[in-house]
Every structure is written in C-alpha cells, then in structure tokens.
C-alpha cells in the first residue's frame, strides 16, 4: 500500500479533517523555512494526541511508507521537507501544555506548543522557558528538540539539550516508549541525549519535559557601537575573558546594520562598522556590578558610543534590530542564503577577515549578525538569482564560510540543523567511519529507515546496506561492539 492508501486506513482514527490528500491543501506544506526545496507530501495527517501519532507511524511501519514530522515549518535546512510517497505527520494541534510544575521547575508540553507560549504561561508564576530562538513566537517545543535549537540567550543558559529532561518518543516501530522524566538525569546510556538534535531521524516526540528557569530579577542592556568586527570582537573577548557571562552578546556587522536601518529603524550609532548587544541578567547587585564592567570592557577595545536601554521600550528597540536582521536583508538583496556554522569564540577575529577576504575576492556581499559570545556565525550572503552565474558563486562562498568554521574547529551548523541542506558537507568534517557510525546509532532506532529519510547523512542508505568504502562487516559489528541491523 502507498501513502495515499492509508488515508483510508487513518480516517477512522484521527477524523476526516485531520487527514489532507486534496493536491492543493497538500501543497501548504511542500516546504519549511527553507523555501526553494519544495515537494509536495502524499498524505498529511493532523493527529491530537500520542496514540493517534502511534497509530499512523504503526500504519506506515506496516506498509513501509516514510513519515516525516513537521512542527511549524520555520526550519531553516529543510529538515521538515516532506517526502513526495510519504506521510507528513503535523503537530500543530497537539498545542496543551499539559502541566506547570514550578515546584520541581518543569512543565510537561505537547509537542506542537509554541515556545513564547510556554514562556508566556509560565511568566505568571515567575518562571520562563529559556532556549529562545528568533522565531520563538512560532516555532515549536517538538520542532526546538529536534533541532536542539538556540537562541540569543543560550549563552549563559545552554541550548535545548540542556533544558530537556524527558521525551515520550513514537519509536519508527510505532511503539510509545519514554525517557527521562522530571528528574535531572537517568542511569545508562544518554538515550536523552541522542534524541535531543536528531531532526526527526529516530522517532516523533510526542511529550517533551522541560526545565523553567526562574525569571530574572533584574535585566539590563547596552548597545555599543564599535569602528570593526575586530575591535567588537576584542571586547567580547575581554567580557568573556573576566568571566562575566552576560545573559546574551549578539554582533552584527556593517552591513546587517545598513539592512536593519532600512527595514526597522532602530537608530543604531551613525557610522558603525559593528555594534553589540550585551545584556546581562539576575540579582540586582550582580547585574550592577558586572554591567560597569561590561561597560568599561567595550570601552577599552574602543566603543565609540555606548547606549544603555533606560526603559524596556529602548531594550525593545536595541532587539528589533537584531531579531530582523534575517528578513531586513531583502530590503538590501533580492535574495540571500542564511547560513549557520560555528566557532571557537576566539577564533572570531581571524575567520570574520577571511570571510570578508573571500567575499571581495569572488565579488559576493557577506552581511554577518551573531551570537558573538559562543561563536555561531549567522552570514548572510546575497545574491540576485537574476544574475546569470550569481548564485552559484552565493553557494560557493557559502561552502567555503563551513570549511573555515571546520579548520578553526567549529562546525557546520551551530543550531540550524543539518536536514536537507547540510547533508552534503557531513563528509567536509566526518570521515566515512564516524558516519558510518551514525548510521548504526540510527539503524538501532530505525532499522527500515522510514523516519525523515535523506536527512542528516550525506547517502540516503537502508540499514544493514554496506557503506561507503567497507565491502565487509562494519569494523564495530566485526569487533562485536555494534550489530547491524
Ligand atoms: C526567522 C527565523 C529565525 C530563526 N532563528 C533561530 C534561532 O535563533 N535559533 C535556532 O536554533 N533556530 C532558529 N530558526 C530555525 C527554526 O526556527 C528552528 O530550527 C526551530 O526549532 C524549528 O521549529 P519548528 O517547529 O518550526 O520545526 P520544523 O521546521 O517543523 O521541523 C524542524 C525539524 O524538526 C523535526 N520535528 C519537528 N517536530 C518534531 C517532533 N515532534 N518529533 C521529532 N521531530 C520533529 C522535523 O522533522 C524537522 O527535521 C529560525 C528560523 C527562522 C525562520
């Protein structure tokens, strides 16, 4: 049976509406975040609740089809591209907050809920969700775990992974199995662990337990405008250096400046070719103390004017920049790739002046806004697909900005994923064995490979297939250590 097939099978269990197969409906879905992949799904399902997320993965388990899970779609590397003879299975009515627990400061979420909701609910008992990504008003708690997103205070906070400490999982199988709970941690192996950041690979989750965090008692923020990249990344340094964790540093640069001029008017200083967000948050006298600091560090590397937000309006205003720098870029450039990779903090300097060498040597705008204190890159390089020839050399120097985050011993994606996109650069920093390893990691969860298929690993491969260069057993099942399923 085809995708289509099981629509028949799935009406009785979740309900005529929550199961799509008219062509154009079907297409509201064709892509995520990442909007020129596009592919039209078979079926779209719609469940609202864990057994009627079972019950579908069981179907497509049964008759081999692939299922993808999609949360609201703001993924940035196509890792909620739907398969065209698959199953998309939505979360977005499995929106309950299912239980607030300031006692042991964690709540218990569906996996569709929205993240500023949950911090939003959470804000009258005086706790907050802190993993905050830019599209914190849409994205999902399901979609965040999966990515194990970031956000610009997940500096002093720590990503998603660090605030998960349960997940009720729908295995690819079908089975409803559990890990982790309220408690902060569980003996064995990190089964947590490797869940959190796995882009759908290994199941859907279907309950997420998390951590809040206590409201800040205090919160104050300063812009600071700086001549270059070098000396705003000098000051980072030096912020960072003395043990100040603020709450969040963002940079960007020049030309992200121009573009959020353009778009939202935040009257950043005239005249700078970087600026920083610092904002420091906690005990009033900590935040006291350590804010004269900040202060006088970003001085000393040479902030030629120095703003301090009186009020939440002028915070606001610091902020709008910022959270628009991604879509004030078009008010610059007809189009742009959003690329995302990360690096040793103090390696920021150095490869910020290679990526602005690169960009005048193939004639290619690089626009950079980031999370300057744990160095995950945002460049923004701009093209116009018009222009014969010009995106393919956006997509070049978009590669060679990930070579250089791998030879300064960063990453080729710092919270965006790998998905669709990335695929392709996994061997750029694995070599055949590391992922021949993932995949034996992923076989052990998903032995058919129907969950997200041809993401993450570079060859789309069936499990207990041969990889790569090994035309015998895999080196950990000859050893014994591992099987293949
Ligand atoms: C303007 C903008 C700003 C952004 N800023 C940030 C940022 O600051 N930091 C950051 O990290 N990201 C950012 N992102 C990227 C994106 O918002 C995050 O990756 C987010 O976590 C995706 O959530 P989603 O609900 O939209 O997931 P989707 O896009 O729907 O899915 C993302 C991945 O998660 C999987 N998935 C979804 N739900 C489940 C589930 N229940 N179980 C298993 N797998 C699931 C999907 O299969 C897919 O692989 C930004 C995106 C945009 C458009």
Redesign the pocket.
């Known amino acids: 049976m085809d995708a289509l097939g099981l629509a028949d099978r799935l009406r009785p269990v979740l309900g005529d509406d929550a199961v799509i197969t008219d062509r154009q409906r079907l297409r509201t879905y064709e892509c995520?975040?990442l909007a020129h992949y596009k592919v039209t799904p078979a079926l779209v399902v719609l469940p609202e609740t864990t057994a009627q997320v079972a019950a579908v993965v069981r179907a497509c388990a049964d008759e081999g089809v692939p299922f993808?899970?999609?949360?609201?779609?703001?993924?940035?590397s196509g890792?909620?591209l739907p398969h065209a003879d698959g199953v998309l299975i939505v979360?977005s009515r499995m929106r309950s907050i299912l239980q607030l627990d300031p006692d042991n400061q964690r709540a218990v979420v569906q996996?569709g809920v929205i993240n500023l909701q949950l911090s939003r609910e959470a804000m009258p008992l005086g706790y907050y969700y802190a993993p905050d990504?830019?599209?914190q008003q849409v994205?999902?708690i399901?979609?965040?775990v999966?990515?194990n997103?970031?956000?610009a205070h997940c500096l002093k906070y720590g990503f998603t992974t660090n605030h998960v400490t349960g997940v009720e999982l729908v295995t690819p199988g079908g089975d409803v199995v559990r890990v982790g709970g309220k408690a902060p941690d569980a003996p064995g192996y990190d089964l947590l662990g490797v869940l959190v950041g796995s882009?759908?690979t290994l199941g859907?989750?279907t309950e997420v337990t998390v951590r809040l965090t206590r409201s800040p008692e205090s919160v104050r923020t300063l812009l600071a405008a700086f001549e270059d990249t070098d000396a705003a990344g000098a000051a980072v340094s030096a912020i960072i250096g003395a043990g100040v964790i603020p709450a969040a540093i963002e940079m960007m640069d020049a030309l992200a400046i121009e573009a959020a001029e353009a778009a939202v008017h935040c009257s950043y200083p005239a005249g700078a070719g970087a600026v920083l967000i610092v904002e420091l948050d906690g005990p009033h006298e900590d935040v006291a103390h350590q804010f004269d600091e900040v202060e006088r560090y970003c001085r000393d590397a040479g902030a030629f004017e120095i703003r301090i937000a009186v009020d939440d309006a002028e915070r606001a205003l610091f902020w709008k920049g910022r959270k628009s720098a991604?879509a004030a870029v078009g008010r610059i450039s007809p189009d742009y790739i959003v690329q995302d990779g990360v690096i040793p903090r103090t390696a920021l300097p150095g490869v910020l002046r290679r990526i602005a060498a690169i960009s005048a040597e193939k004639g290619v705008r690089v626009a950079n806004v980031f999370h300057a204190g744990d160095g995950n890159l945002h460049p923004l390089v701009l093209f116009d697909d018009e222009v014969p020839g010009e995106s393919e050399r956006a997509e070049e120097v978009s590669g060679a900005i990930l070579d250089l985050c791998i030879e300064h011993g960063g990453s080729i994606t710092g919270?965006?994923?790998v998905?669709s996109d990335k695929a392709k650069y996994m061997p750029r920093m694995f070599d055949a064995d590391d992922l021949d390893t993932m995949q034996l990691v992923r076989c052990a969860f998903d032995p058919a490979s129907i969950s997200?298929p041809g993401?993450v690993f570079p060859t789309p491969r069936l499990c207990g297939e041969v990889p790569g260069r090994h035309r015998g057993a895999h080196p950990l099942a000859e050893a014994g250590v591992a099987e293949v399923f």
Do not use: M, W
Request: hydrophobic fraction near 20%.
């Open positions: 995520d975040g993808v899970a999609r949360g609201s779609g703001t993924g940035l890792g909620a979360t996996p990504p830019s599209s994205c999902s399901g979609g965040n999966a990515e997103s970031g956000g882009e759908g859907i989750a991604f919270e965006h994923g998905g997200n993401k």
